[in-house]
């Protein structure tokens, strides 16, 4: 993380997250706290390590934490990771089609997996696949790899299609009231906006998916795919997915019922937006004192 990011998300917390000096102790600065949060978020490193890394109690590192992240949750997601309107969709589209040649579309959809502590209650719905405990964030990037659409929270054993069904993104876009209506004809379709996904997910008009390898496709199936493959790996990045999966490694994260929640995806698109000096965030590039 740059230090530009660091003051960024210190001066963006600071309503929720500085505390005040009282007669019977000093407070931690809010410098601190922030770093105690993402030196944990990033690490997964124990508490006792970090409270010892940082000269704090085990208890405080656990606040900071939960602090951090039900702040960025409350002051960062409604700012930065929101549904575009009509205009922000069409440069999305622009931009993906200049880059792969993918007319009308606008992100591409995944899950990651972040680890948690195996909760008392119904520990077995939190198993995934991979063998641990987890909550499921499922994320939308556009080309440029920032998060504009994010659900978090379901448990880690359900399927990629099932966590999409219970999301608001499927609720609104199956009623066709998420894009708007701009189309555009494409060899004889009639298409609008769409996102790209793996087979995991169920194919609609708005999210549109590779042919199934069967060892029947035509030519055109390939190189179809090959396409759809190129364009979602790039939108996604695997950087994206190291950086939501690493961020939270499996030692002592929270339980479900935790505030960790959206803090990795505020996270990234904080850093990605930073990079990209965007000027609605570089005003904030120096620490408040």
Known sequence: ????????????????????????????????????????????SEYRSIGHLFGVSNTTVCRCVQDFCAAAETLLVPELIRSPDREQFAEMAAYTE??????????????????????????????????????????????????????????????????????????????????????RDIGGVNAGYYILGDNAYPLQNWLIKTFPDNGQLTAEHVIYNKRICRARFVLLDVTVQAQLEEMIPESESDGPDGEVGMAPSVIHTVDMLLRSRKPRLCKHSKLSK
């Open 1 to 44: 993380m740059s230090e530009e990011t660091y003051v960024y998300l210190c001066n963006k917390l600071r309503p929720a997250m500085e505390r005040q000096d009282t007669p019977f102790r000093e407070c931690i600065p809010l410098k601190k706290r922030v770093a105690i949060a993402l030196w944990k978020l990033a690490t997964g």
């Open 98 to 183: 200049n880059r792969w040649g993918l007319p009308q579309c606008v992100g591409a959809i995944d899950g990651s997996h972040i680890p948690i502590l195996a909760p008392q209650e119904y520990h077995c719905d939190y198993f995934n696949r991979k063998g641990w405990h987890s909550i499921i964030l499922q994320g939308v990037v556009d080309g440029k790899g920032h998060f504009w659409n994010v659900f978090a929270g379901m448990p880690g054993s359900l399927h990629d299609a099932r966590v999409l069904r219970l999301s608001s993104l499927w609720e609104l876009a199956s009623r066709g009231n998420y894009f708007p209506p701009c189309t």
